[in-house]
């Protein structure tokens, strides 16, 4: 309870709300519930995953809102490059303060290069999820399956009611 109003009252303070027309926003970034963003040009897993999909290499992390739930990251692991990812099935972990995740791959294919940055500063997570605090990158094996992702919309909607179940 003390959270939501410290988001509320910082929304307030910063003239953010959840119903803020889009002209006032960046064309780079929506506002989802706790102020975390959602940036277009990705695609999101409803496990909180993001994939940035690039000619054949796809980079994938976990979304701000999911940092923002786990808190400060202390510990992060990575699969092996050259290995393999399946969609939906557990490619590694991310312990916080609170508790340790597991991460779930949102697409299937070769893990071609592993953020190694990650292992001396797992807090990137927490400071750049998007940029520096991405996790693997992979060469899809079905790409198809980026379709059965979510969009920056679709994605900021499925987090506020999310939140709003719990």
């Known amino acids: 309870m003390a959270l939501r109003m410290w988001a509320s009252s910082t929304a307030n303070i910063l003239k953010l709300s959840s119903s803020v027309s889009k002209s006032h926003l960046s064309p780079a ?20 995953e993001w994939v940035k999909h690039e000619g054949s290499v796809a980079t994938i992390g976990i979304t ?11 510990f992060v692991e990575l699969p092996e490059e050259n290995g393999s990812v ?4 557990s490619f590694g972990a991310v312990e916080s303060v609170k508790a340790t995740s597991e991460i779930l791959s949102p697409i299937s294919g070769e893990v071609i290069e592993v953020n190694k940055k ?14 520096d605090g991405w996790m693997i990158k992979v060469r899809p094996s079905s790409p198809a399956e980026l379709e059965s992702l979510m969009g920056p919309k679709e ?5 506020v009611e999310e939140d709003a179940a719990h």
């Not at 701000?64 to 202390?74: K, S, W």
């Open 64 to 74: 701000d809102h999911a940092q923002g739930h786990l808190g400060e990251v202390v």
């Open 29 to 48: 970034f929506s506002i989802c519930r706790c102020l975390s963003s959602v940036l277009e040009g990705l695609k999101y897993a409803n496990s909180h």
């Open 118 to 131: 990650l292992t001396e500063s797992p807090g990137l997570i927490n400071s750049s999820p998007y940029e």
């Open 155 to 159: 994605y900021t909607k499925f987090c």
């Open 86 to 89: 399946s969609k939906e099935k």
